[in-house]
């Protein structure tokens, strides 16, 4: 053997020794604590945490990192130090343990819907719920028990069939998470209240990591915040709703008609939408105009008032005389 090459390997050797053997296999994992100061992780907890879980752990470099960072809203472009999919409630108290243990910054997302981006962060990590999206339904007793990370579609898809239904909002994809704790409004909230009027309980993970019950009977203080409270109490796993009756068949029309006739038009439909009317199948409905209008933006907003409130249809009787002589198609 050469004696530089003997030399050459033995200094090699000699460095190794000395250095840390995960400083060489792999660098720490940099990210934001609460106080928003750089830290870094070893990669050794980071292994040991993603494998403490059902679901997985997406770091930078992993595949499909780049999809599950997205959200709803395309301004925040955030990138989180970790993004942990969490199949079940193990998994999210293991992510609530390793958050807490590290200092970290975190994110809590179900839908992604939330217009401020608050389901994604920046070098902190994601508790990601969208992969627990199981939707139990109780026919005898009109309940469902719905996961913290289902979107309002997977409730209405169970619900549905068996012709029950509860108030959630009116696009498929928001999280039922954010929704109902933010208050939750939908279609059915004039029939049913808010999300939150249905919500009878939650099971919910704390931020020290217990798993615990909330409803009437058990932590009732808990129960009155988390219906309107945002994600401030801890990350709920699993809400349980009451279900009302409701005919799964839904009226949707287009509402067109002679200009010269449209009292008597919005007058039959305001009667319809107040129940008084036959029948009390629900109404999905829309006003289009055929060619743009200042007055049609204007006809659509007094109609849209006036249903929130209670149907006036004199005030409608009052523009429709106004506008004499000028023939509009909604
Ligand atoms: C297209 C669109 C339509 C909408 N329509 C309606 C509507 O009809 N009615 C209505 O009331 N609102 C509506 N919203 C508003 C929406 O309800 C809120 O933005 C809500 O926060 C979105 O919830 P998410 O779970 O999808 O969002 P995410 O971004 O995933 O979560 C937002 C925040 O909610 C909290 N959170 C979510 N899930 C949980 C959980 N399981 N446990 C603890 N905290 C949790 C977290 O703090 C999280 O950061 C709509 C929003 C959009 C973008």
């Known amino acids: 053997m050469h004696r530089r090459y003997l030399l050459k390997t033995a200094a090699t050797a000699a460095a190794l020794s000395v250095l840390p053997m995960r400083k060489i296999w792999a660098a720490d994992v940099p990210a934001i604590n ?15 945490f993603a494998n403490s879980l059902n679901g997985i752990v997406l770091e930078p470099d992993s595949a499909g990192y780049d999809i599950a960072r997205q959200i709803w809203n395309r301004y925040w472009d955030r990138k989180p130090a970790l993004i942990a999919r969490c199949t079940s409630v193990d998994d999210v108290v293991s992510a609530v343990k390793f958050a807490r243990a590290h200092d970290l910054l975190t994110a809590v997302r179900c839908g992604g819907h939330s217009m401020s ?38 409730l209405d898809r169970k619900a549905l069939p068996f012709g029950l239904a509860t108030t959630a909002g009116v696009v498929s994809h928001t999280g039922v998470g954010g929704l109902t704790l933010g208050g939750g409004m939908g279609r059915l909230q004039r ?13 919910l993970v704390t931020a020290e990591g217990k798993v615990i ?30 279900l009302h009756p409701m005919n799964p068949m839904v009226i949707n029309f287009g509402f067109s008609f002679p200009h010269e006739r449209g009292e008597g038009c919005f007058e039959t439909l305001l009667r319809l939408l107040d129940g008084s009317g036959p029948g009390s199948i629900p ?3 829309h006003l289009h105009a055929r060619r743009w209008h200042w007055r049609c933006q204007h006809w659509r907003k ?17 523009l429709w005389k106004s506008d004499a002589g000028q023939r509009l198609s909604y």
């Open 117 to 154: 981006g608050k389901g994604m962060c920046d070098g902190g990590l994601v508790i990601d719920l969208s992969y627990m999206n199981n939707v139990e339904i109780d026919v005898e007793n009109k309940t469902a028990s719905v996961q913290g990370g289902a979107q309002l579609g997977d």
């Open 34 to 48: 609460l106080d928003g100061d750089s830290i870094s992780l070893d990669k050794k907890d980071v292994r040991d």
């Open 191 to 203: 029939r049913f209240g808010l999300a939150i009027d249905n919500v009878l309980g939650v099971e």
């Open 283 to 285: 109404a999905g409905w």
């Open 213 to 242: 019950t909330a409803n009437a009977k058990e932590n009732p203080d808990l129960y009155w915040g988390v219906r309107g409270g945002g994600g401030n109490f801890g990350i709920v796993t699993k809400f349980l709703f009451r």
């Open 302 to 318: 007094l109609f849209w008032a006036t249903i929130k409130r209670r149907p006036r249809p004199s005030a409608f009787a009052r």
